[in-house]
């Protein structure tokens, strides 16, 4: 017989009809009661043995964690927190499961660091099931968003020959024998010998080959991993991520910073409206999580509040300059409660000054942009004042950059000044600097880091919990 997803099951109307259900037992209570779950939903479907229907060494297999086939008839349910329930005719044991080694029982709730360590059963809980589904619908909705405004998905490369984003250390793409690598006259790594006879790295970003598609499709982006060997040992920071990139010709910074803008609500609203249950789980383990908290380190919002604040309100649009200006004069720079004193004009910002403006100054999203040139990369567009670049980032509370970007320099002697200026290689980037002379045009660009979404969407505190593999400093498992 056909099987039904749970999901689907839960909202049909029970007319004793026969339904067979597969999944894994959640829990198995009075040899009578089974929870099953199938992913499909995050709730279970109870299915209940009538007493002496089974024999009993089939009943002893039905533990926690098994993978069963239940054929039975679908009938209103009589318990309460749930409208119908499966009467079990036949169950058949897919997979055995023992109830000694399976290392998650509802009895000994484990924490989320332990969950790491097993992250191939981790799927298997309420929390990861929900996080999974909602990723999954937000990927979805990515596309959904560029496909309805007429942009293309172009898949720009995972192993890359430029060495020229700048937006991170690298990770080398090589196939020479790491102990013994055939060397140069002058002794060193020979890698025209390698694979593609060149150097070769996990890219870092797919924009500047985005930009070539730009300037001949319009409107595209790129939505896949990306890779960083940075040692960023945070809540914040993988070394493999997935990015989505848009890039637009004829796109100028206000019109970016609104893109950015429609997008991120785009997706929020998109999860309240196709994942709410989901999202009700998660608002509701947040709020529990918090109550262990002191008073005043709790969050004065939850979840879902945060989400639909997002959604109904503009984002602040704040110059970099504007911005030095309040953190200069904030009450933690005066009493030396940054870690980072805000001093001069001119200095990066730390996730501590972004979080200030966000979550202590507005209390709202912000944008901010102008920065200068000189924390800044090459590509972005000079401004007239001589210091500052197009560039924006979107800041998020609780998360901080969400999304980087700007206005790209489209005029081919300020670009290649500002390449020799930082003695970057010419070799690597003939192509990034021919497209600034063959029909050139205003352009824009930037990328959200899709895990940071997911960490605001879902409200999960540490960017290892909301990718299914997470690599950082240190790990690689599975
Ligand atoms: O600000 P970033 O480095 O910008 C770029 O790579 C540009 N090429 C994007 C563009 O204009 N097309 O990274 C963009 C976003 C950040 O705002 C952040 O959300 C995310 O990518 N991100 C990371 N996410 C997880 N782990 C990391 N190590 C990340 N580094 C950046
Ligand atoms: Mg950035």
């Not at 020229?164 to 790491?178: C, I, P, Q, S």
């Not at 803008?261 to 997706?267: A, D, H, K, N, V």
């Not at 409206?273 to 919002?301: G, N, V």
């Not at 009450?331 to 870690?339: D, H, I, L, S, V």
Request: glycine share 6%; proline share 4%.
């Amino acid at each position: 017989m056909k099987r039904i997803k749970i999901k689907e099951l839960l909202t049909t109307v029970p007319t004793a009809q026969a339904v067979t259900v597969q999944g894994w037992v959640r829990t198995f209570r009075n040899n009578q009661f089974i929870s099953i779950n199938d992913g499909s939903t995050l709730q279970n479907l109870q299915a209940v043995v009538e007493l002496n229907s089974l024999d009993d060494t089939l009943l002893k297999r039905i533990t926690t964690g098994a993978c069963v086939s239940v054929t039975g008839t679908l009938v209103a349910s009589l318990g309460k927190g749930q409208a119908v329930e499966v009467k079990v005719t036949t169950l058949e044991i897919l997979g055995e499961c023992d109830a000694e080694q399976y290392p998650l029982q509802l009895k000994n709730r484990p924490s989320l660091e332990y969950l790491r360590e097993i992250a191939h059963l981790r799927i298997r809980t309420n929390t990861f099931g929900a996080v999974m589904r909602i990723r999954h619908a937000m990927a979805f909705a990515v596309h959904q968003f560029f496909n309805d405004r007429g942009f293309y998905y172009v898949h720009t490369p995972v192993i890359t020959g430029s060495d020229a984003e700048g937006a991170g250390a690298m990770f080398r793409v090589t196939t020479l024998d790491a102990a013994n690598p055939p060397r140069t006259e002058e002794g060193k790594v020979n890698y025209q010998e390698d694979f593609f006879g060149r150097e070769t790295n996990l890219t870092v970003s797919g924009q500047l080959e985005g930009e070539t598609y730009a300037l001949a499709l319009s409107e595209i982006y790129t939505f896949g991993p990306t890779f960083r060997a940075e040692n960023s040992n945070t809540t914040r920071h993988l070394a493999e991520f997935w990015m989505i990139e848009p890039e637009m010709a004829f796109y100028d910074l206000p019109d970016n910073m609104q893109l950015a803008t429609e997008l991120l609500q785009y997706l929020v609203r998109y999860a309240l409206a196709h994942c709410r249950e989901d999202l009700e789980f998660l608002h509701k383990r947040a709020h529990d999580e918090e109550a262990t908290k002191p008073q005043e380190q709790r969050s004065e919002w939850g979840l879902l509040e945060r989400l639909t604040f997002v959604t109904e309100n503009d984002f602040v649009r704040l110059s970099y300059t504007e911005a030095i200006d309040i953190l200069k004069n904030s009450n933690p720079n005066k009493k030396k409660k940054f870690q980072y004193l805000i001093e001069d004009w001119g200095t990066d910002l730390q996730s501590e000054h972004e979080r200030y403006l966000v979550e202590k100054h507005f209390k709202k999203p912000v944008i901010l942009y102008n920065y200068p040139a000189a924390i800044k990369s090459f590509y972005m567009r000079q401004n007239e004042d001589g210091k500052t670049v197009a560039a924006m980032d979107v800041l998020f509370p609780g998360i901080g950059e969400i999304i980087g970007g700007s206005q790209r320099e489209e005029r081919h002697d300020r670009l290649l000044r500002r390449v020799e200026e930082l003695n970057m290689p010419l070799k690597d980037l003939w192509w990034y600097l021919e497209l600034r002379k063959f029909g050139s045009a205003p352009h824009s660009g930037f990328g959200l880091g899709f895990e940071r979404l997911m960490l605001f969407v879902t409200g999960m505190t540490n960017i290892r919990d909301v990718i299914p593999y997470p690599r950082f400093p240190g790990n690689a498992a599975f």
